[in-house]
């Protein structure tokens, strides 16, 4: 059983905003920021999959012409090695959706691997 959520750009756009000027201006529960964490983690490996599939691969300097060459991102590395500032967008990306949800009433089941 799949359940698909369509969110407004716009609001999804407020809640990651306001996480990112002030991470204490959408608080979650403990239960639901490791969630977030865990979401932001999976998103960053799905990403780095989806850049891979497209012949990326690991480089100092962003190269999105492969006419200039290899396809590089310096960003393909693992979700621990990323800077801080990137992992902050991502956990705020990731708790911006699930406030949304929380929001909405909706509840939450943690799934380990």
């Given at each position: 059983m799949s359940i698909i959520f369509k969110f407004n750009e716009q609001t999804a756009k407020k809640y990651a905003e306001k996480v990112l000027r002030k991470p204490t201006a959408v608080e979650l529960e403990?239960?639901?920021?490791l969630i977030a964490e865990q979401q932001a983690r999976a998103?960053?490996?799905g990403w780095m999959a989806g850049k891979m599939a497209k012949g990326y691969v690991y480089g100092p300097e962003t190269n999105d012409d492969a006419s200039q060459g290899q396809l590089t991102n310096p960003l393909l590395v693992p979700?621990?090695?990323?800077?801080?500032?990137?992992?902050?967008?991502?956990i705020a990306n990731a708790v911006a959706v699930i406030a949304i949800l929380?929001?909405?009433a909706c509840s939450f089941v943690n799934f380990t691997r």
């Open positions: 403990p239960r639901l920021q998103s960053h490996e979700y621990d090695e990323l800077p801080d500032d990137v992992k902050a967008s991502n929380r929001d909405k």
